[in-house]
């Protein structure tokens, strides 16, 4: 018998497609060594990496029905967990979670994940500032950083699985707290990215195209993922939902509106949302809540894109500032809840802490957002 020593943390995520893989990970002392899952009754088996005293498990599921709820367990625990991979189609609404800048006040984390799985989501998103591993000031060492990233795990684990047990997998997008190129290691150990890079978009069937960014937190905005990113929106013209996902905001609300990295966005990715009718984009890093108005070629316009932000799941809330793009704007903890109810209409609704709603967007892909009048929230 396969002998499973203890089990820290379960965590699942996406490397391919939704609706036919799904990664399995998990966390077990440094003595187990059995990468094994149990799919309903029948086994498979992954590798494991080392990390100080952990291990990190990890395998790879693949040919599974779409919109199928799987049962699964790992080694020889018996604790039966759970998970759905996505629909083919929008036959049925489908719902997921976008929120940035999670895991620094525990007491605010847990809260606002109380809030998420209130939802019922298939999945959440995750804007980078994950698990607060790195600190720009005095340098973190590599075991508290290996801490942080176990902790948040843990908590994820624990908080992040619905009344029947399904766990909600996350896809991320990294931050300034995540990575950095000289220290991309630690990081990576935790998932099994098929090659060290971030950015990627992640398709589900038709509909929706999730296009994960990285603000220059591993590779440069300008250059290569530039060039990548106009070649991925080009493709995905067609997808009636697209949603670029990344950190460090365009129009932010609390950081200078001139800061290096936003320019850098404004300059080489904000010109492609707009070339190819994005009409949302989620950013984060700001810890604030925000709203803008439809913004193209740097002015207000209705066939423009909205940014929606600005990474406050798990922070304390920070002042917001009156600029001319903000339409909405508050300090306050927020995550939004993204509902597909077909391929012609959407909502997106910012909630708070306590669940209520901020503000309730409908989209419909075809039509341009309308300018509304500005509503100021101290
Ligand atoms: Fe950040």
């Not at 080489?268 to 009409?279: A, K």
């Not at 913004?295 to 600029?323: F, M, N, Q, S």
């Not at 419909?364 to 101290?378: D, F, G």
């Amino acid at each position: 018998m396969v002998q499973c020593l203890l089990l820290f943390a379960v965590y699942l995520t996406w490397y391919g497609d939704p609706t036919q893989t799904m990664a399995i990970h998990w966390l077990s002392g440094e003595d187990d060594h059995q990468d094994l899952v149990t799919l309903e009754k029948k086994e498979v088996t992954g590798t494991h990496r080392s990390v100080e005293e952990k291990n990190v498990h990890t395998v790879l599921l693949s040919d599974l029905k779409p919109d199928t709820e799987y049962t699964f367990r790992i080694g020889s625990d018996p604790q039966e967990h759970r998970f759905r991979t996505a629909p083919s189609d929008l036959t049925h609404p489908l719902r997921f979670i976008v929120g940035g800048d999670v895991f620094q006040v525990q007491k605010l984390f847990h809260q606002m994940n109380k809030v998420v799985v209130a939802q019922d989501p298939l999945f959440a998103v995750i804007g980078g500032d994950i698990a607060y591993a790195l600190f720009n000031g005095p340098i973190r060492s590599h075991r508290k950083s290996l801490r942080r990233w176990i902790s948040f795990l843990e908590g994820w684990s624990e908080d992040l699985r619905t009344s029947e047990g399904r766990l909600i997998p996350f896809l991320l997008a990294a931050g300034n707290h995540d990575i950095t190129p000289e220290g991309s290691d630690l990081f990576f150990n935790f998932f099994a990215f098929p090659e060290k890079r971030l950015y990627r978009a992640i398709d589900f069937s038709s509909y929706l195209s999730l296009i994960l960014l990285d603000t220059g937190h591993l590779d440069p905005i300008a250059g290569a993922q530039t060039d990548w990113l106009r070649q991925a929106l080009k493709e995905r013209e067609q997808i009636p939902f697209r949603f670029p996902v990344y950190h460090v905001s365009a129009y932010p609300s609390y950081y200078p509106f001139d800061s290096a990295l936003s320019e850098e966005v404004r300059k080489f990715w904000c010109p492609l949302f707009e070339e190819t009718g994005c009409r949302i984009a989620f950013e984060h890093h700001n810890h604030t809540y925000k709203k803008t108005f439809p913004i193209r070629a740097g002015k207000l316009d209705p066939t423009g894109v909205v940014y929606l932000g600005d990474g406050c799941w798990g922070v304390e809330p920070r002042p917001t500032y009156d600029r001319w793009y903000l339409e909405k704007r508050a300090r306050k903890n927020n995550v939004y809840l993204v509902e597909l109810k077909s391929i012609d209409e959407a909502t997106i609704q910012a909630l708070d802490l306590q669940g209520h709603s901020l503000d309730e967007m409908h989209l419909t892909p075809q039509e341009s957002l309308p300018l509304q009048s500005q509503t100021v929230h101290q």
